[in-house]
Each structure stands twice: as structure tokens, then as C-alpha cells.
T-cell receptor, first 113, second 112 residues
Framework: NAGVTQTPKFRVLKTGQSMTLLCAQDMNHEYMYWYRQDPGMGLRLIHYSVGEGTTAKGEVPDGYNVSRLKKQNFLLGLESAAPSQTSVYFC????????????FGQGTRLTVV | KQEVTQIPAALSVPEGENLVLNCSFTDSAIYNLQWFRQDPGKGLTSLLLIQSSQREQTSGRLNASLDKSSGRSTLYIAASQPGDSATYLCAAPAEYGNKLVFGAGTILRVKS
């Protein structure tokens, strides 16, 4: 049972480049989340999904897009990377939202130069 | 708007001490609260999910309590060990949207 798996683990981008972060969960969870973690700012929610085919904006959605075409996958896209998007990105999932236990991936460390 | 605060921001204790980490939240209309552990360079690991009906939840040397009326939760760690050194985060449900709001965390260092 792999839990929540994020790909890639590390990435360096040049300003203006695009990339997609992949999150996969094998627990049949309905809810999936993308967070970013920055020093002094804590964990901030970027986007989330309450089920296959749905997405919703979180606290800091600007500059990011997401898709949930399959229940087990949640993709986070950066269309035109900026240095302000340098961060550690975490994906999480839970069976039914905030009332159920959340499981996190190991994170993706992204640097935009 | 739900806001979560953790005190202290950092804590350093000698091995063997019992310690308490504090978490406060502004919107008390919650049904549960979660505590997580994060090791350096790693993701978050769920420690305890405490329901408002339970008031307390225990796992090994960890005990979490939840007092909705005062907007507070505490995580008690008994007989601390160097392996407990990590950042501990609490998270409460947001006022809407079925998502979690995280505190900034308490960085714990247990010295051997």
C-alpha cells in the first residue's frame, strides 16, 4: 500500500517554464489537496478536489491549475513558473474531507530560477 | 475565518521530560482536530485525529485533548525521546469547504 505518491521529488525550473506535478493515491479517497509550504508561512492550500472531475480554489490559487480526471490522480500545473513559486509542494488525500484522517505525500521541492 | 495558532513556536527539552504542545483555534464549530508530525525534508504524518465527542485520544506516549468551548487542543508527550524531535502541527477544519487549516507548528528538540 503506497499511500500518497508525489512525482517528481525535486525540480529546478527557469522562469517562464511550465511543469506538472503528479499526485497519486491508492486509498480510494474522495478528497485530494495541494499545499505549498514556505518558511514562516506554514502550509497554505492551493487547490483541492472533492471527487473525480471536480476542483476548487484554495487560499493561494493564482498561477496554478489543477485537474482530477481520475479519482486516484490529482495534477498541479504551473503554466509559467515564477521565482515566487519556489516552495515545497505537498499533496494530501482523505476519505471524506476535513472530518477524516489526512494522508500526505513526501513533497516536491521546486526551485524557480 | 478559521485561524489556528500554535504555542510555543519552538521547544527544547532534555530526554525523559513530559511536555505539552498547545494549539488554539478561532472557529469552535468543529467536529474534530488533527495533529501531525513532520520530520525535516519529509511529508506530514498523521498522529491523532480527535473527535469533539471524545475530548481525549491516546496513541502510545501521545495524548491529545480537545476543548471546543475554549478553542484549545493540547498534545501531551510523555517521557520524551530524541526520536520525538520533529515539527508538530495541528489542523482544524475550515469554516466551510471541508478542508483543513494548519497552524505554523511547534519545532521540538529532545536532547539526549
Amino acid at each position: 500500500n503506497a499511500g500518497v505518491t508525489q512525482t517528481p521529488k525535486f525540480r529546478v525550473l527557469k522562469t517562464g517554464q511550465s511543469m506538472t506535478l503528479l499526485c497519486a493515491q491508492d486509498m480510494n479517497h474522495e478528497y485530494m489537496y495541494w499545499y505549498r509550504q514556505d518558511p514562516g508561512m506554514g502550509l497554505r492550500l492551493i487547490h483541492y478536489s472533492v471527487g473525480e472531475g471536480t476542483t476548487a480554489k484554495g487560499e493561494v490559487p493564482d498561477g496554478y491549475n489543477v485537474s482530477r480526471l481520475k479519482k486516484q490522480n490529482f495534477l498541479l500545473g504551473l503554466e509559467s513558473a515564477a521565482p515566487s513559486q519556489t516552495s515545497v509542494y505537498f499533496c494530501a488525500s482523505s476519505y471524506f474531507g476535513a472530518d477524516t484522517e489526512a494522508f500526505f505525500g513526501q513533497g516536491t521541492r521546486l526551485t524557480v530560477v | 475565518k478559521q485561524e489556528v495558532t500554535q504555542i510555543p513556536a519552538a521547544l527544547s527539552v532534555p530526554e525523559g521530560e513530559n511536555l505539552v504542545l498547545n494549539c488554539s483555534f478561532t472557529d469552535s464549530a468543529i467536529y474534530n482536530l488533527q495533529w501531525f508530525r513532520q520530520d525535516p525534508g519529509k511529508g506530514l504524518t498523521s498522529l491523532l485525529l480527535i473527535q469533539s465527542s471524545q475530548r481525549e485520544q491516546t496513541s502510545g506516549r501521545l495524548n491529545a485533548s480537545l476543548d471546543k468551548s475554549s478553542g484549545r487542543s493540547t498534545l501531551y508527550i510523555a517521557a520524551s525521546q530524541p526520536g520525538d524531535s520533529a515539527t508538530y502541527l495541528c489542523a482544524a477544519p475550515a469554516e466551510y469547504g471541508n478542508k483543513l487549516v494548519f497552524g505554523a507548528g511547534t519545532i521540538l528538540r529532545v536532547k539526549s
